[in-house]
């Protein structure tokens, strides 16, 4: 077993190397996409000042592109996302709506924080970004770091706790039966504090595309329209991230089918959360020491 | 084994596969700005000063007006009275300015003074800068060959010259022809690489924008 994990690391890591290279082309398309949709709001919000019939239908279309795109490239939900479908049994309708939850959430929350602040603060655009960038990201790292230690933790325990069954079942009196819940149990999300912690994670960190549609939102006097438009832009993130939920669940699926009921199973399940718990955190933790 | 190896293999494998393909990135530069830079000679070939655009994009513009407590008329323009506000709050040029203009002659750089001169217009939803960036020793020209980059050194800002460049005054014979930024393999990776930066990062490569700069080749016959 030791074996295989080094090999399959060894992998990983050429494989990252490779995906890394490639990568940058992604992001750069997306970035592109983002500009061009930017400027398709910019029009719309000047549109809708000068009372263009249609300006409101084509301010939240190119926000809704906008989410889209946006959650192609950066973002930092997906990949959070991915790592629980991929490494815990999850439910796929469980999943689905920590996706669509978290972005509506990671929508309202910018819609509070920008109009809120300018409301009851009178905080200057300038300090709303720097909020976002400088406080809200780090912050949203560390808690994203967080959920992948728990998968880690629970993947370890459940691991060790399969090896004791399995070796010494007869001395079972050295193991406490309250010591945790069975590999099968431990890694099915169901707790609504699980769940609670993934949305937040996601939701705390406004995307700066949000935030600056909204300031200019509250500046040029066309509020609701700002708010609307940044829920359009969360719903456009929502379908990408859904996407990312489905196919993680999937290739799951797919793996433990061809696992059939192998012994084996229970220490696969574990092994993969801790995995995918383990790269949560190393991916939060690069993110956030490059905040700092 | 040979089973367990590959499911071990899969199962190890799919996250870490998609915890890369997912991996958060946005990219450097954020800012993008068109414009050009044309040249004011004096006396045939004695180059004094140059004269910089920079035209922002849609949603920069709306952002920067925002960001000075500015807002567009009901006709979706802006009031000359706000105009003239954001030409008086832009004058004030940050301490880190580093001009988006950088003259060599014979690849020595020439000393700018501080921008002067600057207006502010919209011109169809997009901010339109003009500043001038006198020579601070007016050079003349004679066999030797003027470059002017136009970038930002961290590349937080992309410059690209979208305005062909204009020889203005008594200019003798001179004659500006651009030299756009060529993407080869090497600076295409620089790019990728670039791309995943976020907003708060830095490059570390010093001066990177220069790899990235359009070009004006200056000639005098």
Redesign the interface.
């Known amino acids: 077993m030791r074996i295989v994990l080094l090999l399959a690391l060894v992998g990983f890591g050429l494989l990252a190397g490779y995906l890394i290279i490639d990568l940058g082309a992604v992001s750069q398309w997306a970035a592109e996409q983002q500009r061009s949709f930017q400027n398709q709001m910019a029009s719309a919000v000047r549109g809708l000042r000068s009372g263009e019939p249609g300006a409101y239908l084509a301010l939240l279309l190119a926000a809704g592109s906008y989410g889209i795109v946006h959650a192609v490239g950066p973002g930092h939900g997906k990949y959070l996302i991915g790592g629980v479908g991929l490494g815990t049994s999850v439910r796929a309708s469980r999943l689905l709506s920590v996706a669509l939850v978290s972005s509506i959430a990671q929508a309202i929350w910018a819609i509070l924080l920008v109009y809120g602040g300018f409301l009851l603060l009178e905080v200057s655009a300038r300090q709303m970004t720097v909020l976002a960038e400088d406080i809200l990201a780090p912050a949203s790292y560390l808690i994203i770091a967080s959920v992948g230690l728990i998968l880690f933790w629970r993947g370890t325990r459940s691991l060790f706790k399969g090896w004791r069954d399995t070796g010494h079942a007869h001395h079972d009196h050295c193991c406490n039966h309250a010591h945790g819940p069975t590999p099968h149990e431990v890694a099915k999300l169901e707790s609504v504090r699980d769940v609670a912690t993934l949305v937040a994670s996601i939701a705390i960190r406004p995307c700066t595309g949000a935030i600056f549609l909204l300031v200019i939102a509250w500046q040029m006097d066309i509020r609701l329209a700002g708010a609307l438009a940044v829920l359009a832009m969360g719903l456009g993130t929502a379908s990408l991230t859904s996407l990312v939920a489905l196919s993680s669940i999937a290739a799951r699926t797919a793996a433990f089918a061809s696992a059939g009921n192998s012994a084996a199973l229970p220490v696969l399940a574990s092994t993969a959360q801790l995995t995918a718990g383990a790269l949560i955190v190393w991916f939060s933790l690069l993110l956030f020491q490059l905040t700092l | 084994m040979a089973a367990?190896?590959?499911?071990?293999?899969?199962?190890?494998?799919?996250?870490?596969?998609?915890?890369?393909?997912?991996?958060?990135?946005?990219?450097h530069p954020h800012v993008?700005v068109d414009g050009g830079v044309d040249f004011v000679f004096r006396e045939g070939r004695t180059l004094e000063a140059l004269n910089v655009t920079w035209i922002y994009?849609?949603?920069e513009?709306?952002?920067l007006?925002?960001?000075y407590?500015?807002?567009?008329?009901?006709?979706?323009e802006l009031d000359e009275a706000d105009r003239k506000e954001l030409v008086r709050l832009r004058s004030d040029w940050p301490e880190d300015f580093d001009g988006s203009a950088h003259l060599t002659l014979d690849e020595t750089e020439v000393e700018l003074d501080w921008p002067t001169n600057l207006d502010l217009h919209l011109v169809d939803?997009r901010l339109q800068a003009t500043f001038t960036r006198r020579l601070s020793n007016p050079i003349t020209v004679d066999e030797q060959i003027l470059e002017l980059a136009f970038y930002e050194s961290t590349y937080f800002y992309a410059f690209s010259i979208t305005n062909h460049p204009k020889v203005l005054g008594d200019q003798g014979r001179c004659l500006a022809s651009m030299v756009p930024f060529d993407l080869d393999a090497k600076l295409a990776?620089l790019?990728?690489?670039l791309?995943?930066l976020?907003?708060?990062?830095t490059p570390q490569t010093e001066n990177v924008g220069a790899l990235f700069a359009d070009r004006i080749a200056l000639i005098c016959e």
């Open positions: 367990l190896f590959r499911r071990s293999l899969s199962l190890v494998l799919m996250p870490a596969l998609f915890a890369v393909v997912i991996h958060p990135a946005s990219a993008f994009d849609e949603f513009t709306l952002y007006l925002s960001s407590g500015l807002s567009l008329n009901r006709e979706g939803g990776s790019q990728s690489t791309a995943k976020s907003r708060e990062e």
